[in-house]
C-alpha cells in the first residue's frame, strides 16, 4: 500500500441521467485499462443501482482517475476507507 499511512481510497462513479451509455462506455474506455466486459459491468451497475466503484487504492491514482472522468463530465466520487 502506498500513501499517508498506508490508507486506501475508492473511485466511484455515479449515473448522470444526461450522458448516454456509449458515451460514458468510450470514456471509460479510453481512460482505463478494464475490459469491453469490465466496463460493461461498471456502466450496467451505475446506471441499475446509482453507482459502482471504479477503483480501490491510493489516493494519488484515485484523485487522478476522479479528476480525469470529471474532465469528460462523469460524476465520480472519492471516498476514503476506514
Known sequence: MSGAAGKQWRVVMHNC?????GYVFSVLLELTEFTRKEITG???EAHNFG???LYTGDKEQAWLLAERL???GIIATLQELP
Open 17 to 21: 441521467p444526461v450522458l448516454v451509455y
Open 42 to 44: 461498471f456502466v450496467n
Open 51 to 53: 453507482s459502482c466503484e
Open 70 to 72: 470529471h474532465g469528460y
